[in-house]
C-alpha cells in the first residue's frame, strides 16, 4: 500500500490502546445468539463441539491477521491486507486485477459484518414486542424493528461522531450491562444443578445421522454459518490504523477477544441444551435463552434476561457498525470505491461511511427475515476469509513483501496452515453454506449474497475512472503552475 494512499487528509487516528480495542470487540461472543437454535436443528447437542472448534478456527486464522496486522500497520483489518497485498505496485494499466481482488475481499467483508446491524436491530424488536404488551398493541413486529434500528443506528452515529476514542468507552459500559449478566446466566445453571448431562450425551447426534455427500455439504454450511459468529472476532485487527502501538496492541487485543470467546461459545451452548434438551432448543431457535432465565430464576429472570440481551444487541450493533464503516474507508482509501466514502470530520470518524452503513441496513430490516440475511451474510464472510488467508501466503512468499519487518510472527511454517484454512472456505465452507441455504431457506439468500457481492464490479471501475480523472485533472493544474515558474526566471 503506498503511503499516497494510506497518508490521505481523510486519515484515521492513533487514539486508543490493545483494551479499548478489546472492548469495541466484546461484542462479538454474542454473535452466538442468532444461531443457538439452528445449530442444534442439524447437530443436536454436538453443536457445543462446532462453536469449540470454530474459535479455535479463529486461532488459526487469526493468528496470520495478527501478523499482518504488525506488518502493515496502517491497513485496517482484513479489508486493507487484502488491498494492499493483492495490488500490483507501480501498475501501469488502467485495470490491475490483483487491485480488483483486494478489493472484492474488503467489499465482503463489509457485506459480512454489516448485516449485523439489521440481524440483531429484528432481535431487538422481538424482544421488545414480547417484553412490552402497550408496544405489541400498538405496533406489529416488523414496525418495532424497523423502529429500533432507526433508534438505534441514530444515537450510535451521534456517539461516534466524536472518534473511536468514545466508541471504546461505550463498549466498556455495554460490556458491564449485557457480558457480566450474560455470563452470571451461563454459570448459574450449572451451579444451581440445572444442566442435566443427559440432555447433552443423550442427543449427541441426530438419529438420522450419516456420513454422506448430503450430510456433508450439510456440515461444511454449518461451520459456514458458525464461523461467521466464532471467528469474528478479527474485527479487533481491524482497527489498527488506530492503535497507538499496533505492533503490541493488536495481538494482544485479538488473542484476550478469542479466549473470552471460546469460553463464552462453549459453555452458552452447553448451558442451553442442559436446560432444555434439544428439543426444547429446537423449539426456541431465537430466543432460547429467555427459558433458561426463568427456570434458573423464575419469572423476574425474564424480564432481566431481555434488557440484558437487548443491551447486549447494541453492543454487537456497535462493534459491526465500526467495523464495517472502517472496511468501506479502507477500501476507498486504496481507489477501490468512490472517494466520498472516505471522507472523515475533524475527529477523524469516516461518518458518510457510518450513514451508508446504517441506510442499507434499514433496507435489509425492510426484508424482514432475520435468517436469510445471516444466510447471505456468511457467504461474503466465507469469501473474504479465504481471499484473505491467501493473501497472508502470498506476504510470505514474495519477493518484496516478505522481508518486510515483523514485530509479531505467527509460528514457523504458518502459510501451510493459512492456506489449508483459506481452502476450506474457498470452496468447501462457500459450497456449504449455498447447499444449506437451499435446503432450509431457498435460494433467496443465495441470490442477495451473490447480487450484493456482484454490484462491486460496477463500482469498482467506477471508482477507476474517478481515480484517473482526478490524475489528470491534477496533472494539468501542475504544468500550469510550472510554466508561470519559467515565466519568473529572469531573461538571460
Known sequence: MS?????????????????????????????ILPSLGYIPLYLSAAAILVWGLSVIQGFMQNAAYAEMATTFPKASGLPGYAQHIFRTENYKGKYDKGK?????????????????????????????????PALAGAFTEYQLSLISGLVIFAGLFVINWFGLK?????????????????????????ATG???????????????????MHHILILFGIFAIAQWSACGWETAAIYGPEYKNPSKDV????????????????????AVIGVLGVEGVIAEPISPLIPVAQAVFGGAGTTITIIMLIAAMILIIQTAYLGSSRALHSM??????????????RHGTPFIALLVTAAFNMVLISMGSMTAILAAAA????????????????????????????????????????MLFGLFNLPLCLIGVVYLNSLEIGWAPTWLGFIVLALYIPIWFYSQHESTRTK?????????????????LPIL
Open 379 to 418: 457467504i461474503g464472510y466465507t469469501c473474504a476469509n479465504g481471499i484473505s488467508l491467501f493473501a497472508y501466503v502470498k506476504a510470505k512468499k514474495h519477493p518484496a513483501l516478505a522481508n518486510l519487518e515483523r514485530p509479531f510472527k505467527a509460528p514457523k511454517g504458518w502459510k501451510r496452515v493459512a
Open 194 to 212: 440445572h444442566v442435566e448431562l443427559d440432555n447433552i450425551t443423550g442427543s449427541w447426534m441426530p438419529a438420522d445421522w450419516a456420513w454422506d
Open 100 to 132: 480488483l481482488i483486494g478489493g472484492f475481499s474488503a467489499w465482503s467483508y463489509w457485506f459480512a459484518w454489516n448485516p449485523v446491524l439489521a440481524i440483531f436491530a429484528i432481535l431487538v424488536g422481538g424482544y421488545l414486542h414480547g417484553l412490552f
Open 3 to 31: 503511503e499516497n494512499s494510506l497518508d490521505t487528509a481523510n486519515h484515521l487516528k492513533r487514539s486508543i490502546d490493545w483494551k479499548q480495542g478489546l472492548s469495541i470487540s466484546l461484542g462479538v461472543p454474542l454473535l
Open 472 to 488: 489528470q485533472e491534477a496533472s494539468p493544474a501542475r504544468s500550469s503552475d510550472d510554466v508561470e515558474d519559467l515565466e519568473k
Open 251 to 270: 495481538p494482544k487485543a485479538l488473542f484476550a477477544c478469542g479466549i473470552i470467546c471460546f469460553f463464552s461459545y462453549v459453555l452458552v451452548q452447553a
Open 166 to 190: 468514545d466508541g471504546a468507552i461505550l463498549g466498556y459500559i455495554l460490556a458491564a450491562v449485557s457480558l457480566i449478566p450474560l455470563i452470571i446466566l451461563t454459570v448459574a445453571p450449572f
Open 332 to 345: 476507498s482509501a486504496e481507489n477501490n470505491l468512490p472517494k466520498i466514502f472516505g471522507k472523515t470530520n
